[in-house]
């Protein structure tokens, strides 16, 4: 509880989590069951991370054929909950589906998407929030019941460009909204140190399941060492908690208190290992 009260990013309760995919590649060659383009081959990891402690919460093995959203659309969120997805998840009906069952989204539109303009909120005067739309989707116009969505448009300095999304959620801030795609990044680096601290860009065997389990023990090791990371007191960062972590394997020491003290000698132990005349 203390952990998670350092990491908490947002004041709002409801539980927020992210939604995307990674493609791993493999050789096709070598890989023949992992067809994905031509000439090669991948393993796609379809992943749902918890904010809560940027934990991973749910995962799907597939190839690299199969559509992100078609593994998402078999997947159940509670009620309340907030995901966050980019615009590769526009399916309006599935959209429809978790609307009807009290689950928020946060996305992007594609560019070619129909809409038409129902109303429009006022937006705080010299904000970087450009409009708060209401709008309805111009696929659900012979739908008695079309879902009201807010289309939001965010000016971003960085980037120098205006970022649209698109939200269920009839109460939070336009600047809260986008503030929740913008944390939508934590599922990237998420992808990038699990491809770069565990390894799983080359694999120890070519079968479906030697593939498969090797993926599930990395996510397995970067669930344990996401949450030392979420209760240790010391400033981590991640890669070098899994490399400090590596070496000490051999060593005796109390896991808790190395978490927070890395650099303290080691624990001497009471009896020594007694030597056998031989």
């Known amino acids: 509880t203390e952990a998670r009260a350092r990491k908490r990013r947002f004041r709002f309760r409801n539980p927020l989590v992210s939604l995307d995919a990674t493609v791993i590649p493999v050789s096709l060659s070598m890989f023949d069951w992992a067809a994905y383009r031509h000439r ?10 918890n904010h809560d402690g940027y934990l991973p919460q749910y995962a799907v093995l597939s190839d690299g054929k199969t559509a992100d959203v078609t593994v998402a659309q078999q997947m159940e969120f509670a009620p309340g909950t907030i995901v966050v997805m980019d615009r590769g998840y526009e399916d309006h009906g599935w959209w429809r589906t978790l609307a009807l069952n009290g689950v928020y989204f946060v996305s992007r539109l594609k560019d070619n998407t129909g809409y038409g303009i129902v109303g429009e909120r006022a937006v705080p005067p010299g904000s ?49 909204i986008a503030a929740i ?44 060492v996401r949450y030392l990371h979420l209760r240790s007191r010391w400033n981590w960062s991640l890669s070098h908690l899994f490399a400090l972590l590596r070496q000490q394997l051999f060593v005796y020491r109390d896991l808790w208190s190395w978490l927070d003290e890395p650099f303290r000698p080691p624990i001497d132990l009471d009896q020594p290992q007694l030597t056998l005349p031989l």
């Open 181 to 224: 795609y913008q944390d939508r990044w934590q599922i990237e680096l998420f992808f990038k140190a699990i491809k770069q601290a565990v390894r799983i860009k080359t694999f120890i065997g070519t079968s479906v399941n030697a593939v498969h389990i090797q993926i599930w023990t990395a996510l397995i090791a970067m669930l344990l």
């Open 40 to 49: 090669k081959g991948a393993v796609k990891l379809h992943l749902v991370l």
């Open 128 to 176: 970087n929030i450009l409009r708060d739309e209401e709008i309805t989707l111009v696929s659900e116009e012979r739908h008695p019941q079309p879902m009201r969505l807010r289309r939001i448009e965010v000016w971003v300095p960085e980037k120098a460009d205006t970022l649209v999304f698109v939200t269920n959620h009839p109460n939070l801030a336009a600047s809260t």
